[in-house]
Protein backbone atom coordinates (compact mmCIF):
# COMPACT_ATOMS: atom_id res chain seq x y z
CA UNK A 1 0.00 0.00 0.00
CA UNK A 2 1.74 3.05 -1.13
CA UNK A 3 2.53 5.62 1.59
CA UNK A 4 3.12 9.27 1.65
CA UNK A 5 4.90 10.19 4.84
CA UNK A 6 5.79 13.68 5.95
CA UNK A 7 6.53 16.48 8.95
CA UNK A 8 3.81 18.90 8.99
CA UNK A 9 4.74 21.93 12.21
CA UNK A 10 7.97 19.03 13.35
CA UNK A 11 4.85 16.21 13.58
CA UNK A 12 4.85 12.91 12.16
CA UNK A 13 1.86 12.96 9.46
CA UNK A 14 0.38 10.65 6.37
CA UNK A 15 -0.49 12.33 3.35
CA UNK A 16 -2.82 11.25 1.12
CA UNK A 17 -4.83 13.57 -1.68
CA UNK A 18 -4.87 17.47 -0.22
CA UNK A 19 -5.17 16.23 3.16
CA UNK A 20 -2.47 15.16 6.08
CA UNK A 21 -3.18 12.76 9.18
CA UNK A 22 -1.37 13.79 12.33
CA UNK A 23 0.02 10.14 12.87
CA UNK A 24 0.40 10.27 16.69
CA UNK A 25 -3.46 11.17 16.51
CA UNK A 26 -4.72 8.37 14.41
CA UNK A 27 -2.61 5.71 15.54
CA UNK A 28 -3.76 6.39 19.09
CA UNK A 29 -0.51 7.02 20.35
CA UNK A 30 0.91 4.31 18.63
CA UNK A 31 3.44 6.27 16.69
CA UNK A 32 5.17 9.37 18.26
CA UNK A 33 5.59 12.93 16.96
CA UNK A 34 8.97 11.77 15.04
CA UNK A 35 8.79 10.83 11.74
CA UNK A 36 11.99 8.26 12.11
CA UNK A 37 10.42 6.54 14.44
CA UNK A 38 7.56 5.32 11.85
CA UNK A 39 10.15 3.90 9.82
CA UNK A 40 10.75 1.67 12.58
CA UNK A 41 7.04 0.20 12.22
CA UNK A 42 6.52 -0.07 8.95
CA UNK A 43 3.97 -2.91 9.10
CA UNK A 44 1.89 -0.80 11.30
CA UNK A 45 2.22 2.55 9.58
CA UNK A 46 1.29 0.37 6.11
CA UNK A 47 -2.01 -1.13 8.21
CA UNK A 48 -2.28 2.62 9.45
CA UNK A 49 -2.26 4.21 5.90
CA UNK A 50 -4.59 2.00 4.59
CA UNK A 51 -7.43 3.14 6.93
CA UNK A 52 -7.13 6.82 6.36
CA UNK A 53 -10.20 7.58 4.01
CA UNK A 54 -12.19 6.36 7.27
CA UNK A 55 -10.69 9.21 9.39
CA UNK A 56 -10.84 12.45 9.84
CA UNK A 57 -7.93 14.74 8.53
CA UNK A 58 -5.94 16.67 10.43
CA UNK A 59 -5.55 19.40 7.86
CA UNK A 60 -4.96 20.71 4.26
CA UNK A 61 -1.70 20.42 2.64
CA UNK A 62 -2.01 23.83 0.94
CA UNK A 63 -0.83 26.47 3.44
CA UNK A 64 0.79 23.72 5.99
CA UNK A 65 4.57 24.17 7.22
CA UNK A 66 5.97 21.07 5.71
CA UNK A 67 9.27 19.91 7.21
CA UNK A 68 11.91 17.67 5.96
CA UNK A 69 10.22 14.45 6.26
CA UNK A 70 12.89 12.90 8.56
CA UNK A 71 14.33 15.46 11.07
CA UNK A 72 17.62 13.99 12.65
CA UNK A 73 18.69 10.86 11.13
CA UNK A 74 21.60 9.22 12.83
CA UNK A 75 24.13 9.58 9.29
CA UNK A 76 23.52 11.41 5.75
CA UNK A 77 25.58 10.14 3.48
CA UNK A 78 26.31 12.11 -0.52
CA UNK A 79 27.54 10.23 -3.64
CA UNK A 80 29.56 12.96 -5.83
CA UNK A 81 30.22 12.34 -9.58
CA UNK A 82 27.52 9.66 -10.05
CA UNK A 83 26.19 10.51 -13.27
CA UNK A 84 28.21 10.15 -16.39
CA UNK A 85 27.41 13.76 -18.28
CA UNK A 86 28.47 15.64 -14.53
CA UNK A 87 31.95 13.58 -14.31
CA UNK A 88 32.23 14.67 -17.71
CA UNK A 89 31.89 18.16 -17.45
CA UNK A 90 33.41 18.56 -14.32
CA UNK A 91 36.50 16.74 -16.74
CA UNK A 92 36.59 13.83 -13.98
CA UNK A 93 37.33 10.20 -14.57
CA UNK A 94 34.10 8.04 -14.74
CA UNK A 95 34.72 6.44 -10.84
CA UNK A 96 35.82 3.10 -9.90
CA UNK A 97 33.92 3.20 -6.46
CA UNK A 98 31.26 5.51 -5.06
CA UNK A 99 32.91 8.69 -4.32
CA UNK A 100 30.56 9.00 -0.80
CA UNK A 101 30.93 11.83 1.46
CA UNK A 102 29.06 13.16 4.61
CA UNK A 103 26.57 15.72 4.73
CA UNK A 104 26.16 17.19 8.47
CA UNK A 105 22.43 16.04 9.55
CA UNK A 106 21.84 19.49 10.74
CA UNK A 107 22.04 21.13 7.51
CA UNK A 108 18.81 19.28 6.75
CA UNK A 109 15.41 21.48 5.90
CA UNK A 110 12.23 21.41 4.38
CA UNK A 111 10.71 21.47 0.73
CA UNK A 112 10.39 24.98 1.34
CA UNK A 113 13.17 26.28 3.23
CA UNK A 114 15.28 29.76 2.50
CA UNK A 115 18.75 28.76 1.06
CA UNK A 116 20.74 30.75 3.35
CA UNK A 117 24.30 31.86 1.34
CA UNK A 118 26.96 33.14 2.54
CA UNK A 119 29.22 33.80 -0.70
CA UNK A 120 28.79 34.38 -3.93
CA UNK A 121 29.58 30.77 -4.92
CA UNK A 122 26.69 28.75 -4.12
CA UNK A 123 25.26 25.99 -6.20
CA UNK A 124 22.67 23.75 -6.80
CA UNK A 125 22.16 19.90 -6.94
CA UNK A 126 19.43 17.83 -7.76
CA UNK A 127 19.18 14.65 -6.59
CA UNK A 128 17.42 11.66 -5.71
CA UNK A 129 17.22 10.96 -1.82
CA UNK A 130 17.17 7.61 -0.22
CA UNK A 131 15.82 6.64 3.11
CA UNK A 132 16.86 3.31 5.20
CA UNK A 133 13.95 1.52 6.78
CA UNK A 134 15.67 -1.34 7.42
CA UNK A 135 19.02 -1.16 9.21
CA UNK A 136 21.61 -3.42 7.88
CA UNK A 137 25.13 -4.48 7.42
CA UNK A 138 26.91 -6.12 4.67
CA UNK A 139 23.69 -5.89 2.54
CA UNK A 140 23.99 -7.67 -1.08
CA UNK A 141 22.88 -5.51 -4.06
CA UNK A 142 19.68 -7.93 -4.99
CA UNK A 143 18.51 -7.35 -1.00
CA UNK A 144 19.39 -3.29 -0.95
CA UNK A 145 15.84 -2.39 -1.79
CA UNK A 146 14.38 -4.22 0.61
CA UNK A 147 16.65 -1.89 3.17
CA UNK A 148 14.78 1.44 1.99
CA UNK A 149 11.83 2.92 3.53
CA UNK A 150 11.02 5.46 0.76
CA UNK A 151 12.73 8.29 -2.13
CA UNK A 152 12.13 11.72 -1.77
CA UNK A 153 13.93 14.95 -3.72
CA UNK A 154 17.37 16.54 -1.99
CA UNK A 155 19.02 19.50 -2.78
CA UNK A 156 22.66 19.21 -2.33
CA UNK A 157 23.22 22.78 -2.17
CA UNK A 158 27.13 23.96 -1.88
CA UNK A 159 29.51 26.38 -1.73
CA UNK A 160 31.92 25.91 -4.42
CA UNK A 161 34.58 28.35 -2.34
CA UNK A 162 34.44 26.15 0.54
CA UNK A 163 34.04 22.80 -1.06
CA UNK A 164 37.49 23.46 -2.36
CA UNK A 165 39.07 25.41 -0.39
CA UNK A 166 41.42 22.96 1.24
CA UNK A 167 44.40 21.08 -0.09
CA UNK A 168 43.28 17.94 -0.97
CA UNK A 169 39.21 19.15 -1.14
CA UNK A 170 37.06 17.93 1.62
CA UNK A 171 33.52 18.47 0.69
CA UNK A 172 31.69 17.67 3.87
CA UNK A 173 31.46 21.93 5.55
CA UNK A 174 31.33 23.27 1.85
CA UNK A 175 27.94 21.05 1.30
CA UNK A 176 26.82 21.34 4.97
CA UNK A 177 26.24 24.66 5.80
CA UNK A 178 22.54 25.25 7.68
CA UNK A 179 19.28 25.17 5.35
CA UNK A 180 22.14 23.40 2.44
CA UNK A 181 19.92 19.89 2.43
CA UNK A 182 16.43 20.70 1.29
CA UNK A 183 14.55 17.88 1.62
CA UNK A 184 10.82 16.28 0.55
CA UNK A 185 8.62 17.24 0.01
CA UNK A 186 7.05 13.64 1.46
CA UNK A 187 9.18 10.28 1.73
CA UNK A 188 7.67 8.24 -0.73
CA UNK A 189 6.88 4.65 -0.46
CA UNK A 190 8.65 2.56 -3.18
CA UNK A 191 5.53 0.82 -3.96
CA UNK A 192 3.92 4.19 -4.93
CA UNK A 193 6.28 4.01 -8.41
CA UNK A 194 6.10 2.46 -11.78
CA UNK A 195 9.66 2.04 -11.85
CA UNK A 196 11.64 3.43 -8.90
CA UNK A 197 14.83 2.93 -10.96
CA UNK A 198 14.00 4.95 -13.96
CA UNK A 199 12.67 8.12 -12.70
CA UNK A 200 12.85 12.27 -14.16
CA UNK A 201 14.80 14.46 -12.14
CA UNK A 202 14.59 18.33 -13.06
CA UNK A 203 16.30 21.14 -11.67
CA UNK A 204 15.08 24.90 -12.65
CA UNK A 205 16.31 28.24 -11.10
CA UNK A 206 13.52 31.07 -12.00
CA UNK A 207 11.93 28.24 -14.26
CA UNK A 208 14.31 28.12 -16.29
CA UNK A 209 15.68 24.55 -17.02
CA UNK A 210 19.25 24.06 -15.44
CA UNK A 211 19.31 19.85 -14.98
CA UNK A 212 17.03 17.38 -16.70
CA UNK A 213 18.00 13.72 -16.78
CA UNK A 214 17.01 9.83 -15.61
CA UNK A 215 17.92 8.12 -12.67
CA UNK A 216 18.65 5.77 -14.56
CA UNK A 217 21.52 6.90 -15.25
CA UNK A 218 22.84 7.14 -12.18
CA UNK A 219 26.56 6.12 -12.23
CA UNK A 220 25.94 3.67 -8.67
CA UNK A 221 22.95 3.07 -8.48
CA UNK A 222 20.76 2.55 -5.36
CA UNK A 223 21.77 -0.82 -4.32
CA UNK A 224 25.16 -0.43 -5.59
CA UNK A 225 25.30 2.78 -2.95
CA UNK A 226 23.72 0.57 -0.21
CA UNK A 227 26.04 -2.69 -0.97
CA UNK A 228 29.08 -0.24 -0.60
CA UNK A 229 28.47 1.59 1.94
CA UNK A 230 27.11 -1.40 4.15
CA UNK A 231 30.47 -3.20 4.12
CA UNK A 232 31.68 -0.14 5.80
CA UNK A 233 29.01 1.38 8.44
CA UNK A 234 26.36 -0.11 9.51
CA UNK A 235 22.95 1.62 8.22
CA UNK A 236 20.45 2.79 10.38
CA UNK A 237 16.87 3.19 10.24
CA UNK A 238 16.04 6.97 8.85
CA UNK A 239 19.65 7.15 7.47
CA UNK A 240 19.63 9.09 4.72
CA UNK A 241 21.73 8.91 1.03
CA UNK A 242 21.96 11.78 -1.22
CA UNK A 243 22.54 9.87 -4.55
CA UNK A 244 24.35 12.53 -6.74
CA UNK A 245 23.69 15.08 -9.45
CA UNK A 246 23.21 15.08 -13.04
CA UNK A 247 25.04 17.66 -15.35
CA UNK A 248 24.14 21.24 -15.58
CA UNK A 249 25.20 21.90 -11.98
CA UNK A 250 26.26 26.62 -11.67
CA UNK A 251 29.67 25.91 -11.80
CA UNK A 252 30.75 25.14 -14.81
CA UNK A 253 29.29 28.23 -16.37
CA UNK A 254 29.15 30.70 -13.78
CA UNK A 255 25.81 30.37 -12.93
CA UNK A 256 25.83 30.39 -9.22
CA UNK A 257 22.54 31.56 -7.25
CA UNK A 258 21.96 34.04 -5.91
CA UNK A 259 19.58 36.84 -3.71
CA UNK A 260 15.64 35.45 -4.53
CA UNK A 261 16.48 33.21 -6.87
CA UNK A 262 13.62 30.24 -6.63
CA UNK A 263 14.78 26.97 -7.32
CA UNK A 264 12.53 24.34 -8.14
CA UNK A 265 14.02 20.27 -8.27
CA UNK A 266 11.32 18.04 -9.15
CA UNK A 267 11.50 14.34 -9.28
CA UNK A 268 8.69 12.12 -11.55
CA UNK A 269 6.15 10.52 -8.91
CA UNK A 270 7.99 12.57 -5.97
CA UNK A 271 6.85 15.98 -6.44
CA UNK A 272 8.83 18.80 -6.24
CA UNK A 273 11.24 21.44 -3.75
CA UNK A 274 11.02 24.94 -3.92
CA UNK A 275 13.63 26.72 -2.59
CA UNK A 276 14.35 30.74 -2.19
CA UNK A 277 17.76 32.26 -1.95
CA UNK A 278 19.19 34.49 0.46
CA UNK A 279 22.51 36.08 0.70
CA UNK A 280 22.46 36.50 4.47
CA UNK A 281 26.49 37.32 5.46
CA UNK A 282 29.88 36.72 3.80
CA UNK A 283 32.10 33.93 5.40
CA UNK A 284 35.62 33.87 5.81
CA UNK A 285 36.74 32.34 2.56
CA UNK A 286 35.13 34.70 0.44
CA UNK A 287 36.64 35.27 -2.70
ZN1 LIG B 1 25.76 16.16 -4.72
Redesign the pocket.
Known amino acids: MPFKLARISGKAALVKGEHYYDLKTISNNVFDEDSLNALNNLDELNTLNSTLDSLEPTGLIKGALINSPISSPMNCY ?3 LNYRNHAEEAEMEIPDVPMIFTKHTTCLVGPHSEIEMRSDHVDY ?1 A ?1 LVAVIGKSGKNINKKDAWSHVAGLCIGQ ?1 I ?1 DRVVQFAAKPPQFNLG ?1 SFDTFGPMGPFLVSLDSLDDKESLQIECKVNGEIRQNDNTNDLIFDVPSIISYLSEIVTLNVGDVI ?1 T ?2 PGGVGVMEGKFLKEGDVLTTSIEGLGSLENTCKRIASHSGVK
Open positions: AVGEEDSKFGT
